[in-house]
Protein backbone atom coordinates (compact mmCIF):
# COMPACT_ATOMS: atom_id res chain seq x y z
CA UNK A 1 0.00 0.00 0.00
CA UNK A 2 0.99 3.68 -0.93
CA UNK A 3 1.91 6.04 2.02
CA UNK A 4 -0.71 8.42 1.64
CA UNK A 5 0.48 10.66 4.77
CA UNK A 6 1.60 14.27 4.53
CA UNK A 7 2.63 16.66 6.99
CA UNK A 8 -1.14 17.73 8.34
CA UNK A 9 -0.21 21.53 7.58
CA UNK A 10 0.13 20.11 3.91
CA UNK A 11 -3.17 18.59 4.18
CA UNK A 12 -4.61 21.33 5.25
CA UNK A 13 -3.53 24.13 2.71
CA UNK A 14 -4.75 20.93 0.06
CA UNK A 15 -7.90 20.64 1.39
CA UNK A 16 -8.43 24.83 1.12
CA UNK A 17 -7.75 24.87 -2.21
CA UNK A 18 -10.16 22.06 -3.06
CA UNK A 19 -12.85 24.01 -0.86
CA UNK A 20 -12.06 27.31 -2.66
CA UNK A 21 -11.35 25.97 -5.91
CA UNK A 22 -14.54 27.41 -7.41
CA UNK A 23 -13.03 30.73 -6.72
CA UNK A 24 -10.00 30.38 -8.25
CA UNK A 25 -11.34 29.22 -11.45
CA UNK A 26 -13.63 31.78 -12.36
CA UNK A 27 -11.14 34.23 -11.05
CA UNK A 28 -8.95 32.59 -14.00
CA UNK A 29 -11.73 32.54 -16.15
CA UNK A 30 -12.62 35.94 -15.47
CA UNK A 31 -8.77 37.62 -15.95
CA UNK A 32 -8.53 35.42 -19.26
CA UNK A 33 -12.08 37.11 -20.55
CA UNK A 34 -10.60 40.34 -19.22
CA UNK A 35 -7.53 40.61 -21.13
CA UNK A 36 -5.63 41.13 -17.73
CA UNK A 37 -2.93 37.76 -18.88
CA UNK A 38 -2.72 38.71 -21.87
CA UNK A 39 -1.35 42.09 -20.43
CA UNK A 40 0.61 40.58 -17.98
CA UNK A 41 2.31 38.72 -20.73
CA UNK A 42 2.95 41.15 -22.90
CA UNK A 43 4.56 43.60 -20.36
CA UNK A 44 6.90 40.88 -19.44
CA UNK A 45 9.81 42.22 -21.03
CA UNK A 46 9.61 45.81 -18.56
CA UNK A 47 9.67 43.63 -15.76
CA UNK A 48 5.83 43.24 -15.13
CA UNK A 49 2.86 46.04 -15.06
CA UNK A 50 1.09 47.21 -11.66
CA UNK A 51 -2.78 46.79 -10.99
CA UNK A 52 -2.75 50.89 -11.64
CA UNK A 53 -1.58 50.45 -15.02
CA UNK A 54 -4.15 47.53 -15.81
CA UNK A 55 -6.52 49.60 -14.15
CA UNK A 56 -5.94 52.13 -17.02
CA UNK A 57 -5.47 50.02 -20.04
CA UNK A 58 -8.29 47.88 -19.38
CA UNK A 59 -10.52 50.41 -18.53
CA UNK A 60 -11.71 48.80 -15.42
CA UNK A 61 -11.20 49.56 -11.36
CA UNK A 62 -8.04 48.77 -9.48
CA UNK A 63 -10.37 47.19 -7.25
CA UNK A 64 -11.60 44.68 -9.62
CA UNK A 65 -8.09 43.81 -11.13
CA UNK A 66 -6.93 43.58 -7.19
CA UNK A 67 -9.34 40.51 -5.81
CA UNK A 68 -8.53 39.05 -8.95
CA UNK A 69 -4.96 39.12 -8.92
CA UNK A 70 -4.65 38.43 -5.30
CA UNK A 71 -6.10 35.40 -5.56
CA UNK A 72 -4.13 34.49 -8.49
CA UNK A 73 -0.81 35.46 -6.81
CA UNK A 74 -2.02 33.32 -3.88
CA UNK A 75 -2.69 30.16 -6.06
CA UNK A 76 0.66 30.79 -7.88
CA UNK A 77 -0.72 32.38 -11.10
CA UNK A 78 0.85 35.37 -11.12
CA UNK A 79 3.95 36.94 -9.11
CA UNK A 80 4.25 40.22 -8.02
CA UNK A 81 7.97 41.62 -7.13
CA UNK A 82 8.85 44.43 -4.52
CA UNK A 83 7.38 47.28 -6.79
CA UNK A 84 3.91 45.99 -7.10
CA UNK A 85 4.80 44.78 -10.43
CA UNK A 86 3.06 41.43 -11.82
CA UNK A 87 3.97 38.76 -14.12
CA UNK A 88 2.50 35.59 -15.35
CA UNK A 89 4.24 31.99 -13.75
CA UNK A 90 4.72 29.44 -15.68
CA UNK A 91 1.14 28.36 -14.95
CA UNK A 92 -0.43 31.58 -15.85
CA UNK A 93 1.24 30.81 -18.95
CA UNK A 94 -0.55 27.86 -19.90
CA UNK A 95 -3.74 28.68 -18.55
CA UNK A 96 -4.00 31.72 -20.74
CA UNK A 97 -2.04 30.28 -23.97
CA UNK A 98 -1.87 26.40 -23.80
CA UNK A 99 -4.56 24.83 -26.69
CA UNK A 100 -5.50 21.81 -24.72
CA UNK A 101 -6.14 24.01 -21.22
CA UNK A 102 -7.79 26.39 -23.26
CA UNK A 103 -9.99 23.89 -24.58
CA UNK A 104 -10.83 22.40 -21.07
CA UNK A 105 -11.33 25.98 -19.19
CA UNK A 106 -14.08 26.71 -22.43
CA UNK A 107 -15.77 23.13 -21.82
CA UNK A 108 -15.70 24.01 -17.92
CA UNK A 109 -16.74 27.24 -18.18
CA UNK A 110 -19.54 27.43 -20.71
CA UNK A 111 -20.60 23.54 -21.22
CA UNK A 112 -20.68 22.25 -17.29
CA UNK A 113 -19.55 24.84 -14.43
CA UNK A 114 -23.47 25.51 -13.62
CA UNK A 115 -24.86 21.99 -14.41
CA UNK A 116 -22.52 20.58 -11.78
CA UNK A 117 -23.76 21.70 -9.00
CA UNK A 118 -26.77 18.98 -9.72
CA UNK A 119 -24.31 16.00 -9.47
CA UNK A 120 -24.88 14.84 -6.15
CA UNK A 121 -28.63 14.51 -7.27
CA UNK A 122 -27.35 12.92 -10.81
CA UNK A 123 -25.17 10.56 -8.55
CA UNK A 124 -28.37 9.61 -6.67
CA UNK A 125 -30.85 9.42 -9.57
CA UNK A 126 -28.40 8.19 -11.99
CA UNK A 127 -29.89 10.92 -14.69
CA UNK A 128 -28.07 14.06 -16.13
CA UNK A 129 -30.23 16.23 -13.85
CA UNK A 130 -27.88 19.27 -14.86
CA UNK A 131 -28.46 19.33 -18.18
CA UNK A 132 -31.59 21.73 -17.18
CA UNK A 133 -29.15 24.00 -17.10
CA UNK A 134 -28.51 23.67 -20.93
CA UNK A 135 -31.97 23.06 -22.08
CA UNK A 136 -35.15 20.56 -21.66
CA UNK A 137 -33.63 17.27 -23.76
CA UNK A 138 -33.69 13.68 -21.91
CA UNK A 139 -29.96 14.22 -22.78
CA UNK A 140 -27.36 16.27 -24.51
CA UNK A 141 -26.89 14.38 -27.48
CA UNK A 142 -30.45 15.49 -28.76
CA UNK A 143 -29.91 19.44 -27.93
CA UNK A 144 -26.37 18.95 -29.78
CA UNK A 145 -27.82 21.20 -32.44
CA UNK A 146 -30.05 23.63 -30.05
CA UNK A 147 -27.10 25.10 -27.86
CA UNK A 148 -26.32 28.24 -28.07
CA UNK A 149 -23.60 29.39 -30.12
CA UNK A 150 -20.88 29.58 -27.43
CA UNK A 151 -21.57 26.64 -25.58
CA UNK A 152 -21.89 24.80 -28.77
CA UNK A 153 -18.80 26.31 -30.10
CA UNK A 154 -17.33 25.04 -26.46
CA UNK A 155 -18.53 21.32 -26.71
CA UNK A 156 -17.87 20.69 -30.08
CA UNK A 157 -14.47 21.83 -29.64
CA UNK A 158 -13.58 20.29 -26.57
CA UNK A 159 -14.63 16.91 -28.37
CA UNK A 160 -13.13 17.41 -31.81
CA UNK A 161 -10.07 18.60 -29.58
CA UNK A 162 -9.17 15.10 -29.03
CA UNK A 163 -9.89 13.18 -31.78
CA UNK A 164 -9.12 15.72 -34.60
CA UNK A 165 -5.56 15.31 -34.05
CA UNK A 166 -4.91 11.77 -34.29
CA UNK A 167 -7.60 11.42 -37.64
CA UNK A 168 -3.96 12.08 -40.41
CA UNK A 169 -2.30 8.75 -38.36
CA UNK A 170 -5.86 6.58 -37.92
CA UNK A 171 -7.02 7.21 -41.64
CA UNK A 172 -3.75 5.87 -42.96
CA UNK A 173 -4.54 2.31 -40.76
CA UNK A 174 -8.25 2.68 -41.90
CA UNK A 175 -7.60 2.58 -45.75
CA UNK A 176 -4.30 -0.07 -45.31
CA UNK A 177 -6.98 -2.19 -46.86
CA UNK A 178 -8.76 -0.08 -49.16
CA UNK A 179 -12.24 -0.22 -48.03
CA UNK A 180 -14.99 1.20 -50.48
CA UNK A 181 -17.75 1.71 -48.04
CA UNK A 182 -17.99 2.78 -44.78
CA UNK A 183 -20.19 3.31 -41.73
CA UNK A 184 -19.31 6.72 -39.77
CA UNK A 185 -21.32 5.83 -36.23
CA UNK A 186 -21.60 9.05 -34.29
CA UNK A 187 -20.56 11.55 -36.82
CA UNK A 188 -21.13 14.78 -35.31
CA UNK A 189 -20.31 17.43 -37.58
CA UNK A 190 -18.88 15.60 -40.36
CA UNK A 191 -15.22 16.17 -40.04
CA UNK A 192 -14.00 12.56 -40.24
CA UNK A 193 -16.45 11.90 -43.30
CA UNK A 194 -15.04 14.78 -45.14
CA UNK A 195 -11.44 13.48 -44.30
CA UNK A 196 -12.08 10.35 -45.27
CA UNK A 197 -13.05 11.89 -48.67
CA UNK A 198 -10.60 13.88 -49.32
CA UNK A 199 -8.18 11.34 -48.61
CA UNK A 200 -9.51 8.43 -50.99
CA UNK A 201 -11.47 9.61 -54.17
CA UNK A 202 -13.70 6.38 -54.16
CA UNK A 203 -14.62 5.51 -50.85
CA UNK A 204 -18.19 6.18 -50.07
CA UNK A 205 -19.43 6.98 -46.29
CA UNK A 206 -23.00 6.51 -44.44
CA UNK A 207 -22.71 8.73 -41.83
CA UNK A 208 -24.73 7.49 -38.97
CA UNK A 209 -26.39 9.52 -36.04
CA UNK A 210 -29.58 11.12 -34.47
CA UNK A 211 -31.22 13.52 -36.79
CA UNK A 212 -30.19 17.14 -35.33
CA UNK A 213 -26.98 15.98 -35.81
CA UNK A 214 -27.23 14.63 -39.18
CA UNK A 215 -28.55 17.49 -40.42
CA UNK A 216 -25.31 19.28 -39.00
CA UNK A 217 -23.18 17.14 -40.52
CA UNK A 218 -24.71 16.79 -44.31
CA UNK A 219 -24.63 20.49 -44.36
CA UNK A 220 -21.28 20.88 -43.72
CA UNK A 221 -20.38 17.58 -46.33
CA UNK A 222 -22.29 19.64 -48.86
CA UNK A 223 -19.97 22.49 -48.39
CA UNK A 224 -17.26 20.19 -48.99
CA UNK A 225 -18.76 18.83 -52.21
CA UNK A 226 -19.04 15.22 -51.13
CA UNK A 227 -22.61 15.08 -50.76
CA UNK A 228 -22.26 12.44 -54.04
CA UNK A 229 -20.43 9.79 -51.77
CA UNK A 230 -22.21 10.48 -48.22
CA UNK A 231 -25.36 9.73 -47.40
CA UNK A 232 -27.29 9.78 -43.85
CA UNK A 233 -29.00 7.39 -41.66
CA UNK A 234 -30.54 8.59 -38.79
CA UNK A 235 -31.28 6.31 -35.30
CA UNK A 236 -31.30 6.51 -32.01
CA UNK A 237 -29.98 3.92 -29.95
CA UNK A 238 -31.60 4.14 -26.63
CA UNK A 239 -34.88 3.46 -28.74
CA UNK A 240 -35.55 -0.84 -28.39
CA UNK A 241 -34.55 -2.98 -31.31
CA UNK A 242 -32.22 -0.14 -32.85
CA UNK A 243 -30.95 -1.47 -36.83
CA UNK A 244 -28.25 -0.59 -39.06
CA UNK A 245 -27.45 -1.22 -42.77
CA UNK A 246 -25.66 -4.07 -43.81
CA UNK A 247 -22.46 -3.22 -46.75
CA UNK A 248 -20.01 -1.18 -44.64
CA UNK A 249 -16.62 -2.65 -45.24
CA UNK A 250 -15.66 -1.10 -41.85
CA UNK A 251 -18.05 0.61 -39.24
CA UNK A 252 -16.32 3.10 -37.93
CA UNK A 253 -16.67 4.49 -33.99
CA UNK A 254 -14.63 7.39 -32.57
CA UNK A 255 -14.97 8.28 -29.42
CA UNK A 256 -18.46 7.50 -29.70
CA UNK A 257 -18.89 4.47 -27.43
CA UNK A 258 -18.49 6.48 -24.14
CA UNK A 259 -21.28 8.44 -24.61
CA UNK A 260 -23.25 5.20 -22.89
CA UNK A 261 -23.72 2.81 -20.34
CA UNK A 262 -22.25 -0.67 -20.44
CA UNK A 263 -25.59 -2.18 -21.03
CA UNK A 264 -26.01 0.19 -24.00
CA UNK A 265 -22.82 -0.09 -25.35
CA UNK A 266 -23.25 -4.11 -25.53
CA UNK A 267 -26.53 -3.49 -27.96
CA UNK A 268 -24.61 -1.24 -30.14
CA UNK A 269 -21.87 -3.72 -30.76
CA UNK A 270 -24.53 -6.60 -31.00
CA UNK A 271 -26.74 -4.56 -33.28
CA UNK A 272 -22.96 -3.92 -35.69
CA UNK A 273 -22.34 -7.72 -35.03
CA UNK A 274 -26.20 -8.04 -37.10
CA UNK A 275 -24.92 -6.03 -40.13
CA UNK A 276 -21.70 -7.29 -40.50
CA UNK A 277 -20.01 -10.54 -42.74
CA UNK A 278 -17.05 -11.99 -42.28
CA UNK A 279 -15.10 -9.45 -43.85
CA UNK A 280 -16.12 -7.05 -41.99
CA UNK A 281 -13.95 -4.64 -39.79
CA UNK A 282 -15.65 -2.63 -36.33
CA UNK A 283 -13.24 -0.02 -35.52
CA UNK A 284 -13.39 1.58 -32.44
CA UNK A 285 -11.51 4.13 -30.91
CA UNK A 286 -11.39 5.76 -27.87
CA UNK A 287 -9.28 7.01 -25.15
CA UNK A 288 -9.14 4.75 -22.37
CA UNK A 289 -8.21 5.96 -19.06
CA UNK A 290 -5.84 2.62 -18.11
CA UNK A 291 -4.13 3.17 -21.13
CA UNK A 292 -2.88 6.79 -20.09
CA UNK A 293 1.03 7.94 -20.28
CA UNK A 294 0.59 10.89 -17.78
CA UNK A 295 -1.90 11.32 -14.81
CA UNK A 296 -3.09 14.45 -16.23
CA UNK A 297 -4.52 13.11 -19.24
CA UNK A 298 -5.72 10.49 -16.89
CA UNK A 299 -7.21 13.24 -14.52
CA UNK A 300 -8.97 14.71 -17.47
CA UNK A 301 -10.80 11.69 -18.61
CA UNK A 302 -11.61 10.98 -15.26
CA UNK A 303 -12.97 14.59 -14.71
CA UNK A 304 -14.82 14.05 -18.31
CA UNK A 305 -16.94 11.07 -16.47
CA UNK A 306 -18.39 13.63 -14.18
CA UNK A 307 -19.79 16.05 -17.37
CA UNK A 308 -21.20 12.43 -18.59
CA UNK A 309 -23.10 11.70 -15.09
CA UNK A 310 -24.51 15.13 -14.33
CA UNK A 311 -25.00 16.81 -18.11
CA UNK A 312 -24.88 14.04 -20.72
CA UNK A 313 -26.62 11.34 -20.01
CA UNK A 314 -26.30 10.40 -16.09
CA UNK A 315 -25.05 6.72 -16.70
CA UNK A 316 -21.90 6.42 -18.88
CA UNK A 317 -17.82 7.41 -18.63
CA UNK A 318 -14.54 7.32 -19.71
CA UNK A 319 -14.11 3.60 -19.64
CA UNK A 320 -10.58 1.43 -18.67
CA UNK A 321 -9.62 -0.88 -22.00
CA UNK A 322 -10.48 -4.11 -19.94
CA UNK A 323 -14.17 -2.83 -19.52
CA UNK A 324 -14.40 -2.84 -23.71
CA UNK A 325 -12.06 -6.17 -24.16
CA UNK A 326 -15.24 -7.94 -21.84
CA UNK A 327 -18.27 -6.45 -23.98
CA UNK A 328 -16.58 -6.90 -26.73
CA UNK A 329 -15.92 -10.90 -26.74
CA UNK A 330 -19.99 -10.73 -24.76
CA UNK A 331 -21.35 -9.29 -28.13
CA UNK A 332 -19.68 -11.91 -30.20
CA UNK A 333 -16.82 -10.20 -31.98
CA UNK A 334 -12.76 -10.77 -31.64
CA UNK A 335 -10.19 -8.19 -31.40
CA UNK A 336 -7.70 -8.51 -34.25
CA UNK A 337 -5.44 -5.50 -33.58
CA UNK A 338 -4.71 -3.17 -30.38
CA UNK A 339 -2.94 -0.62 -31.75
CA UNK A 340 -2.07 2.64 -29.78
CA UNK A 341 -2.49 5.61 -31.57
CA UNK A 342 -0.79 9.95 -30.45
CA UNK A 343 -0.82 10.70 -26.88
CA UNK A 344 -4.31 9.36 -25.78
CA UNK A 345 -5.90 6.66 -27.91
CA UNK A 346 -6.23 3.33 -28.65
CA UNK A 347 -7.93 1.50 -32.08
CA UNK A 348 -9.08 -1.57 -31.17
CA UNK A 349 -9.95 -3.83 -34.54
CA UNK A 350 -12.73 -5.88 -34.29
CA UNK A 351 -14.24 -8.91 -36.74
CA UNK A 352 -16.90 -11.44 -35.72
CA UNK A 353 -16.12 -14.50 -34.27
Not at 199 to 208: E, G, P, Q, R, T
Not at 284 to 297: C, H, P, S, V
Amino acid sequence: MKDTTIRAIDAIQEAQKIAFAPFVFQATVSLRKLGVFSLIFEARRQGGITIEDISKELSISAYGIGVLLEIAESSKIVSKDEAGRYQLTTTGYFLNYHETVNVNINFTNDVCYKGLFHLNESIKTGKPEGLKELGDWPTVYEGLSQLTPEVQKSWFEFDHHYSDAIFDDALEIVFGNNPKTIFDIGANTGKFAIKSCQYNKDVSIKIIDLPGQLKKALANIKKEGFEERVSGYEIDWLKDNPEIPSGADIIWMCQFLDCFSEEEILKILKTCVKSMDDTTELRIMETFTDRQKFDNAKFILEATSLYFTVLANGNSKMYPAEVFLKLIDKAGLVIKEDISIGEYHTMLVCKKK
